[in-house]
């Protein structure tokens, strides 16, 4: 859930990492011959000074919007060059300045761009593989940065922002809604930025799930993602995700989910069909693990909150408590059939979920816990319940068709 959201935008991370670079690196084309060190062709170009125009269409990108270039030349110092460019087109607006000094150093800067993702969604998501070629992608993109361009390669620090952005992925059966970013490096060349990079959004869901408002805060070294924290609001109450990094290579992560204040209505068609309704409130934790085959759910508890009972009814199975009771006893608890059938609600002091989808020591996969008795203490009726699964929890907990969301190791 929120493990996955937070996976997720680490491959976006990666993809906006390597979109950010081309674009630097297509602007230094402007200035620089085929093939030619960049430095070494831009302090060759002869010292002209005007204004050359024309129209760049993106070869290497197909679908790419056509884009109208400008680029005003003139002289800077005894020997230096200077170019101010301009490129607009169909969601694109970007205005840069490269200047060669003296000596041949290359120093850009980008002043401002502005992306609107949704004029380049097509042919970003081809140019991104077969993986990403069903996302839809909106929002706006901006983005400054300065630095220099030499032989060994691009140096410098750029900042790049997000607003108003959405994203619906329907292979990973992913929406997010309302989102917004903020990616500073600090480092062009290592490709690090600074501690406080953020994440957010209102609203989506992952598969049948739905999220609300969350969050994360996170740093990028290299190939290196470091999640310092992540939480967003789920199934009515909140999901916060510990301390975790992965690699933008693998993509792989395991971190510890402590929820608080779910609400146990909005689980049930999450959990083994034993509770017809519910009305409560569970906290706990649980493990999620993210690989090449998708986002896995391992073992967790979750447990009613102390203090506050819960208003369950079951579903309908006569004979679950009555049939290992001889008739002598059953005679003093007139409403336990009525139990049974989810005619009587029931009042439980204690209800606890536990889940271990390898299986524990005894071969369980899961098990619900509860005590309580009727609501109505005319009956008397005390209930202490304990119900094993056994098996895979797939065939009992169903996500979605074709859903990369499961427990454990898909057993």
Request: aromatic share 6%.
């Amino acid at each position: 859930m929120i493990g996955r959201a937070a996976v997720f935008a680490g491959e976006r991370v990666r993809a906006w990492r390597q979109a950010g670079q081309r674009s630097v690196f297509a602007l230094g084309a402007f200035l620089a011959a085929p093939g030619a060190p960049v430095a070494a062709a831009a302090s060759r170009l002869p010292l002209l000074e005007g204004e050359l125009s024309g129209v760049f269409t993106a070869l290497k990108i197909p679908g790419a919007p056509d884009l109208h270039w400008k680029v005003g030349l003139s002289r800077s110092g005894a020997s230096g060059r200077e170019a101010e460019v301009t490129i607009e087109g169909p969601g694109t607006a970007v205005r840069a300045q490269v200047r060669v000094d003296d000596a041949g150093q290359v120093h850009w800067r980008l002043i401002s761009s502005r992306i609107d993702l949704a004029a380049w969604n097509q042919a970003a998501a081809a140019r991104l593989g077969s993986d990403w070629s069903q996302v839809l992608a909106q929002g706006i993109v901006t983005a400054q940065g300065e630095g220099t361009w030499g032989r060994e390669g691009l140096a410098g620090r750029a900042r790049l922002s997000l607003e108003a952005g959405r994203l619906e992925d329907p292979q990973r059966r992913l929406v997010l809604e309302g989102i917004a970013a903020e990616l500073a490096f600090e480092d062009l060349a290592a490709r690090r930025t600074s501690a406080d990079q953020s994440l957010r959004w209102q609203g989506g869901h992952v598969d049948t799930i739905t999220l609300g408002p969350g969050q994360m805060k996170f740093s990028v070294d290299g190939e290196q993602v470091s999640v310092a924290e992540a939480s967003g609001r789920i199934w009515g109450g909140e999901v916060k995700l510990a301390a975790f990094g992965f690699s933008l290579e693998k993509m792989e992560a395991s971190v510890l989910a402590r929820v608080v204040g779910l609400d146990v209505a909005q689980l049930l068609p999450f959990l083994p069909p034993v509770l017809a309704a519910a009305e409560g409130r569970l906290d706990g934790s649980f493990t999620v693990r993210r690989d090449s085959s998708g986002i896995q759910i391992g073992a967790g508890r979750l447990s009613l909150q102390r203090g506050e009972p819960a208003e369950l009814r079951l579903a309908s199975t006569p004979g679950l408590l009555s049939s290992s009771l001889p008739a002598t006893v059953l005679k003093y608890y007139p409403g336990l059939g009525k139990i049974e059938t989810g005619e009587i609600p029931l009042q439980a002091s204690l209800l606890e979920v536990a889940f271990t989808p390898e299986g524990d020591a005894e071969g369980r996969t899961a098990s619900i816990h509860l005590t309580g008795g009727p609501v109505d203490p005319k009956l008397r009726a005390p209930i202490d319940l304990t119900i094993n699964v056994r098996g895979s929890l797939e065939s009992l907990v169903k996500f979605g068709t074709n859903s990369r969301l499961r427990f454990g190791g898909g057993r």
